[in-house]
């Protein structure tokens, strides 16, 4: 979000928490140049007027860091999700841990099992978005995403540091079969939008080169 927020300036964003929020409608009232957050596509797809942009992670990299996040919030509303399980094991049994994106990209949120119908409904809404990415094709992602938006420089991202490294690391080892095989949907949505991002990017070789050098300087 550093990318676009250095464009459009705070002010001229919001910022939505949930389908529910009634910030949304507001925000479209006021003509707000941007607006982001956690919503599903059902939201996304009837706000007319909007350029619709996405990105996909990686589902069992997704999941767990979710987990690891919420462990060190000092958001209320995520300490109170965190306390709400017992377990590891627990959250997997929680629909956050259900292919997530699947859920999202389907509009379906906390509600039932997702099966080959919504990950097709899922698909179909990928397909319908202006700009689709995944975030292991960044910094190349956000290159492509300010071209097509029209800016003349872009923000070169850091991945955040993780919160627990130890922490990640033994859900990894331990769950990572289990978290794949459940997130199978959301791993399949993945490929699919980085298959659409490769498609469709449009990056010049000169501004391939500025992007190389400004990386290597800020390093």
């Not at 910030?23 to 957050?37: R, T």
Request: proline letters at 3%; charged letters at 25%; glycine letters at 4%.
């Amino acid at each position: 979000m550093n990318i676009l927020h250095q464009q459009y300036g705070l002010k001229q964003s919001a910022l939505i928490a949930g389908d529910d929020d009634p910030g949304l409608k507001k925000a479209v009232q006021e003509s707000k140049a941007l607006i982001h957050g956690h919503f599903t596509a059902k939201t996304l797809l009837e706000t007319p007027d909007y350029f619709k942009a996405t990105m996909l992670r990686e589902a069992s990299d997704r999941l767990i860091s979710r987990f690891v996040h919420i462990a060190h919030s000092e958001e209320e509303r995520l300490r109170l999700e965190y306390t709400s399980y017992q377990s590891f094991e627990d959250f997997l049994a929680s629909t956050y841990a259900d292919n997530w994106q699947c859920r999202m990209l389907a509009g379906i949120g906390h509600d039932g099992r997702v099966n080959e119908e919504v990950y097709m409904r899922a698909a179909d809404n990928l397909f319908a978005m202006d700009w689709v990415a995944t975030a292991d094709c960044m910094p190349m992602a956000s290159l492509d995403l300010s071209l097509k938006l029209g800016f003349k420089s872009f923000y070169a991202p850091r991945l955040n540091t993780r919160s627990s490294q130890k922490m990640w690391q033994e859900i990894n080892a331990k769950f990572r079969p289990a978290i794949a095989e459940l997130n199978r949907f959301d791993a399949q949505l993945v490929i699919e939008a980085r298959a659409l991002f490769h498609r469709h990017k449009n990056i010049p070789w000169s501004s391939r080169m500025k992007m190389t050098l400004k990386d290597l300087l800020s390093a």
